[in-house]
């Protein structure tokens, strides 16, 4: 079992939806969590962290931590066209070297 | 404020060769890390250097190495090439540490070995 596991998708969703993306973890140890946005053919960009359970909202995003569950969610409101990208959660552990998920792609179509 | 800035872009190499890929951080950061990224394991860390010292390494073999320059200009090289390091090799600038951490990806380079 991989210590990150995500779902690669593809998510096709409409514009205008509510995309929920997900990840779950096994090492209880991480502490805070990230999520990157990774256009094609372009490094990743970081999107939000977040270090407890609860949830974290930046504009049209929200990023969900459930440390009991080692599950975390990043929800995108009002999905667009430009929202279409592939999605990467990472985890920090030891010596702050991360470790990603294998990312989800989101297509959100007119 | 420039980006991260990788090259070349695009690479093909045979097997056996040993390619260099260069990485330029953002003015400011000392620290650049290095990742390999396949659509079969996804984004992996390589290694990560500080000041020109290398402060973590990942797992993956020796072929595998690098270095920063007091510019902090970095380099990463890998010998005696193989089929599977076809990849994306990205390269991250960052400034600070932990969760005050502030991280760029570079666009990086895509390797291909024949």
């Known amino acids: 079992q991989k210590e990150v596991e995500q779902d690669p998708g593809p998510l096709s969703v409409p514009e205008g939806a509510i995309v929920s993306l997900n990840c779950t973890y096994s090492n209880s140890a991480f502490q805070y969590f990230m999520w990157y946005r990774q256009y094609s053919r372009k490094g990743p960009e970081l999107l939000m962290y977040?270090?407890?359970?609860g949830n974290k909202e930046d504009g049209r995003f929200t990023a969900q931590v459930d440390k009991s569950s080692k599950y975390i969610s990043l929800f995108i409101r009002d999905s667009q066209p430009s929202d279409s990208a592939t999605y990467l959660c990472a985890m920090p552990g030891g010596s702050y070297i991360p470790t990603f998920g294998r990312g989800t792609s989101l297509i959100v179509h007119p | 404020k420039a980006g991260v800035t990788q090259t070349p872009r695009y690479l093909i190499k045979t097997r056996g060769q040993q390619v260099t890929l260069s990485c330029s951080p953002i003015s400011g950061h000392r620290s650049v890390s290095w990742y390999q990224q396949t659509p079969g394991q996804g984004l992996q860390f390589l290694f990560e250097?500080?000041?020109?010292?290398?402060?973590n390494k990942g797992n993956f073999p020796g072929r595998f190495s690098g270095r920063q320059f007091s510019n902090s200009r970095s380099e990463m090289n890998v010998s005696t090439l193989e089929l599977g390091d076809s990849a994306l090799y990205l390269c991250?600038?960052?400034f600070g540490r932990g969760n005050q951490e502030t991280q760029y990806f570079g666009p990086g380079t895509r390797l291909l070995v024949l």
């Open positions: 250097y500080f000041s020109e010292t290398q402060r």
């Open positions: 977040t270090y407890s359970s």
């Open positions: 991250a600038s960052s």
